[in-house]
């Protein structure tokens, strides 16, 4: 199979997890992009030389080589990216927000949400870039649409439709969940906030 690199030396970043992706088949994807600054976007195709770990930040040189067209199956794609060098390797510094947390306090509730009946609570996955949980009665998820510094932003929540006795926790949660600008984390503890700073709601790490 010949090749030639005609595209010089490329640095690329790519993300600390493999995602849920679809080729020619369901796949997990590199996340990858060519600018600290661009979002991440999905390399459908291995990094010839790359030993990844998970976990980790790569900053790489790569080189993309131009395939004969000619010599290649349908669904594989005309262009290789191959290792040159491994520029830096960096842990996630998001990975300490990959957790089970349970809801101690929501802003705005009178009652709050200490008592006998099931308390909200959120598990995020960095990896998928994704929430999930339960409101205190009905199970909800959606996407993580951004993601950096201290700043998060999800996408629109869906949930389940069951009515509860009482649904005060579980509106209150989900009114302030779609609210969320910000982030704190400190050791077991995490907090959300608007736009305008203001605290919506604290979890603690589930043990």
Known sequence: MSCESDQGAQTLWVNSAKVDCV???????????SSENEDWTNLYQ??????????????????????????????????????LEVLSKERDPFLSLHDIWVVTDISGLETGVAGSGPRPNLEIDIRSMSI?????????????????????????????????????????????LAKVSYF????????????????????????
């Not at 990844?52 to 262009?79: H, R, W």
């Open 184 to 207: 704190k984390r400190e050791g077991l503890s995490l907090e959300f906030y608007n736009q305008n700073n203001v605290k919506l709601i604290t979890f603690k790490k589930v043990d």
């Open 46 to 83: 291995e990094i010839s030389g790359f030993d990844f770990e998970p976990g980790y930040i790569y900053k790489l040189q790569v080189a993309i080589d131009t395939l004969d067209k000619n010599t290649l199956p349908a669904d594989k794609s005309y262009l290789e990216y191959r290792l």
């Open 132 to 176: 999930m949980g339960s409101d205190g009665c009905n199970q909800y998820k959606a996407k993580i649409e951004s993601l950096s510094e201290n700043k998060i932003r999800f996408g629109p929540i869906m949930g389940t439709k069951k009515a509860c006795r009482d649904m005060s926790i579980p509106n209150s949660y989900n009114g302030a």
């Open 23 to 33: 080729g020619v088949g369901p796949m997990q994807c590199f996340q990858i992009k």
